[in-house]
């Protein structure tokens, strides 16, 4: 018997491969749930929206981070950047630095403007927030109710 020969995707991407949408909605599931808890009664979609709205742009960049970090490979995030970080900037403290900054919501300007602040090497600073790219790696929020392996088929 033959074995079939492993997919470029399979070869290069570890398992388990993980689903932003999935776990997302399984995040906005679990928030549905203890919002409707505290008031006593089942709120519908209203949390759901709500943690779209709160919390949606923060789980992503987590996500991303730790796909860029090559701890979680995200199936709808560039494949190729998973642990772009590892082969770039391996014990860097200054990636160190402004991946903390980024999880806690900064963007590139008040990363530059702390890095003025603090007189670091602005090209090293640069080359990093370029090869980051995070503007291009924002992708649209497709929540629904369930994840998929959770709905009905």
């Not at 160190?96 to 963007?107: F, N, V, W, Y």
């Not at 990363?111 to 649209?140: F, G, H, Q, S």
């Amino acid at each position: 018997m033959q074995q079939d020969s492993p997919t470029v995707l399979e070869f290069c991407c570890p398992e388990p491969r993980l689903s932003v949408h999935d776990q997302s909605a399984l995040e906005a599931l679990q928030y549905k749930w203890i919002e409707s808890e505290r008031a006593g009664h089942d709120l519908g979609d209203a949390p759901i929206l709500d943690w779209i709205r709160q919390h949606w742009n923060g789980f992503l960049r987590a996500r991303w981070i730790e796909h860029l970090q090559g701890r979680a490979f995200w199936i709808e995030l560039d494949h190729d950047d998973f642990g772009l970080l590892q082969r770039w900037y391996r014990d860097s403290w200054l990636l160190d630095e402004i991946l903390a900054r980024l999880k806690c919501g900064d963007e590139n300007l008040g990363i530059l403007n702390w890095a003025i602040d603090v007189d670091l090497p602005m090209e090293d600073v640069i080359d990093i927030l370029e090869t980051l790219d995070i503007n291009a790696r924002r992708i649209e929020c497709r929540l629904c109710a369930r994840p998929a392996h959770m709905q009905a088929s």
